[in-house]
């Protein structure tokens, strides 16, 4: 069983320019929050979402940031507009449900932003 | 709202020191307690956990024990390796919110051989 897997690794954008991060949650996972993090930072929820739900978007800011989870494909987090402030590493968990509260993590994103 | 505060790093100890990083936690609720530990460059890796009162949670020689009297959930470990450096986060996750875990800053540690 294939952990949860993000890409790209590493991503570089100039500012005003728009960051994709794509997040394919484990196999059986219908639950995926994204997380980012600062530098010298712990990790900050940034939302939850199921499949085609955004259940809790309460930690992304209101203008800029997106996300979805499709029925079909992998979680997306959008930034449009990118300023020098979002450079951090965005990272996907997923859990199979709520009748466990262990979440995996992926690899993470790590944004650069020019 | 609920928070978790770890003790600042870094931590430098020899090989075979005993480890203690302090954890301790606010909640309104009764919340889910997590150690994840981070390698240089990787994602965060579930180390332990435990999900009530007074339960200890344990893995490859690392234990932390849930203390609801003093709201902690101390890591301890009685012989590092070089191997154990990296950056240690305690976490919480309160089963009254929507599951999102809370993290504290993270405590770098180094072993030196």
């Known amino acids: 069983n294939a952990g949860v897997m993000q890409n790209p690794r590493h991503l570089v954008r100039r500012r005003g320019q728009e960051a994709r991060l794509r997040c394919s949650p484990m196999?059986?996972?219908?639950?995926v929050y994204w997380y980012r993090q600062l530098p010298e930072e712990g990790l900050k929820f940034m939302v939850y979402?199921?499949?085609?739900?955004?259940?809790?978007e309460s930690g992304m800011p209101k203008e800029r940031f997106s996300a979805e989870f499709p029925k079909e494909g992998p979680s997306i987090l959008r930034i449009q507009q990118v300023v020098r402030g979002d450079s951090a590493a965005y990272f996907c968990?997923?859990?199979?449900?709520?009748?466990?509260?262990?979440?995996?993590f992926g690899p993470g994103t790590r944004l650069t932003v020019l | 709202g609920d928070s978790v505060t770890q003790m600042e790093g870094p931590v430098t100890l020899s090989e075979e020191a005993f480890l203690t990083i302090n954890c301790t936690y606010t909640?309104?609720?009764?919340?889910?307690l997590f150690w994840y530990v981070q390698y240089p460059g990787e994602g965060l890796q579930l180390l332990l956990k435990?999900?009530?009162?007074?339960d200890k949670g344990s893995n490859k020689g690392f234990e932390a024990t849930y203390r609801k009297e003093t709201t902690s959930f101390h890591l301890e470990k009685g012989s590092v390796q070089v191997s154990d450096s990296a950056v240690y986060f305690c976490?919480?996750?309160?089963?009254?919110?929507?599951?999102?875990?809370?993290f504290g800053k993270g405590t770098k540690l180094s072993v030196k051989p």
């Open positions: 968990a997923s859990q199979p449900g709520l009748s466990t509260d262990t979440q995996y």
């Open positions: 196999k059986g996972h219908s639950h």
């Open positions: 979402l199921q499949k085609e739900n955004i259940i809790d």
């Open positions: 909640a309104t609720g009764y919340p889910s």
């Open positions: 435990a999900t009530k009162a007074d």
């Open positions: 976490a919480l996750s309160d089963r009254g919110s929507q599951g999102n875990l809370i």
